[in-house]
């Protein structure tokens, strides 16, 4: 069975300041993949990064920054440099292998509430 | 607009009253999902069907709970004799085995209150 742990329920900090969200997983697979996503007030999700089980390269992009290790099986989301913009909350989730090409259903953790203050 | 669409956006019933909703994917997406949300929750996977086929169905999925793509198009799902435990907020999502980044784009939901 699959399993999304975000144990951070709510973070709260002041806006410039970096903000690491925490994911732990659980899988017996050994190809699957993992997703970040954004829920921001407006409530749609919004698609942020995904990873393959096989490629342990941590990925930057613009003040996001993700970094994946299976040893701990962790893949944890970095904020630099945080704007009021950025609240929103943050939804980790892992997938297996689809038949035929893509992904499975989504295995989502229970999210992490971003607060960014001015 | 060429996002994913929900209707209708909320639904109001009473408990035992069947329900319907219907999800149109992005054009030409092979893949459809469904999930259901709860306040405070993550998403929770329910089904998926690439083009007619119904290739997984959740635990969660009960008698109760059908869901169909005739066409490989849009999708509708049925709750029968809905309880009050139903309530959430149901999300549609489409992919295309295409695209390399197995990205699942999300529509607004149907939020579904049972009295």
């Known amino acids: 069975a699959q399993k999304v742990t975000q144990a951070q329920t709510e973070i709260s900090v002041v806006e410039k300041e970096d903000v690491t969200l925490d994911c732990v997983y659980e899988?017996?697979?050994?190809?699957?993949?993992l997703f970040w996503y954004k829920q921001p007030p407006s409530g749609e999700l919004v698609f942020l990064i995904r990873?393959?089980?096989?490629?342990?390269q941590n990925e930057i992009s613009g003040r996001y920054s993700w970094n994946f290790q299976k040893s701990t099986s962790s893949f944890n989301f970095t904020i630099t440099a945080s704007q009021v913009v950025d609240s929103a909350v943050y939804f980790c989730?892992?997938?297996?292998?689809?038949?035929?090409?893509?992904?499975?259903?989504?295995?989502f953790g229970k999210g992490t509430h971003l607060i960014i203050q001015p | 607009d060429t996002g994913v669409s929900q209707d209708p956006r909320h639904k109001i019933t009473k408990r035992g009253q069947n329900v319907t909703f219907r999800c149109d994917p992005i054009?030409?997406?092979?893949?459809l999902y469904w999930y259901r949300q709860t306040l405070g929750q993550g998403p929770e996977f329910l089904t998926y069907?690439?083009?007619?086929?119904?290739?997984?169905k959740s635990r969660l999925l009960s008698d109760r709970f059908s869901a169909e793509r005739p066409k490989g198009s849009f999708s509708t799902l049925e709750i029968q004799r809905t309880e009050q435990g139903d309530s959430a907020m149901y999300l549609c999502?489409?992919?295309?085995?295409?695209?390399?980044?197995?990205?699942?784009?999300f529509g607004p939901g149907t939020r579904l209150t049972v009295l």
């Open positions: 989730a892992l997938s297996e292998a689809g038949s035929g090409g893509g992904a499975d259903g989504l295995t």
């Open positions: 069907f690439q083009n007619e086929a119904q290739l997984e």
């Open positions: 899988t017996r697979d050994t190809t699957y993949y």
């Open positions: 990873r393959n089980s096989f490629d342990e």
């Open positions: 054009s030409e997406h092979n893949r």
């Open positions: 999502a489409s992919s295309h085995t295409r695209d390399l980044q197995y990205e699942q784009f």
